[in-house]
């Protein structure tokens, strides 16, 4: 487990959502705005990369563990810990389901934000089918592995996809009150976004706005976050909606 803000890499705290991302940046781009809306909200968020990302053509471990730590600063959140796995060659094999599986049940979160089921990236894919196979595995009794069993209760899934395709989303979360965090966080990223990328419009920072716009669209406000589930989602009240 890597760094994080204010816990050792052998403590996971516990948290009310564990946003699994496959790369750093994943879960700034997919899930940023959300991140930012339960934090003010005062939820525990913590966010869990599974490799450092690189190799990538301008980065360098060092640079991205720099840039994840300013991300995670912006966000607001008090935990991000990295699970050590290869990038590039993400599988959702045995170990690396006990790893994961060891600090779900660690941190017992409620909710599980994975990344979108379908993608052109194999990370991506692996990473999906990962997440779904230690929530599984994290209700599980008499095993070896730390912590008690859990089994939380939704996992929803963010778009940071490479197919130029268009998924129905089961919701879409206004996130217009908190689009300039997200886009300063997505920023920090200067290897991936800003360095050596055409100042041309759009830039890749331009298009990531234009995307939200077109979510946002969607519900009738100016920026929106779209997820999809699996699962019925249940409603306890419509003050919600939009």
Known sequence: MADSPENSPQVVPALDVLVIATHPDDAELGAGGLICQLVAEGRRVGVLDLT????????????????????????GIKWRGNLGLTNRS????????RALTGVIRQSRPAWLLAPYWEDAHPDHLAASALVEAARFWSKLTKTEMPGEPWHPERIYYYFSIHL??????????????VWDKKLAAIAAYETQFVTNRS?????????????????????????????????????????GLV
């Open 164 to 177: 130029k395709l268009i998924p129905q989303p089961s919701f879409i979360v206004d996130i217009s009150q």
């Open 199 to 239: 100042t041309e419009p759009p830039t890749l920072l331009q298009q990531f706005e234009t995307d939200a716009a077109f979510w946002g669209q969607k519900i009738g406000c100016r920026y929106g976050e779209p997820y999809c589930s699996r699962e019925p989602i249940g409603l306890t009240t419509t003050q």
């Open 52 to 75: 450092d990302g690189e190799p990538t053509p301008h980065g360098s471990i060092e640079q991205r563990a720099e840039e994840s730590r300013r991300a995670t600063e912006i966000l």
């Open 90 to 97: 993400v599988e959702s094999d045995l170990a690396s389901r």
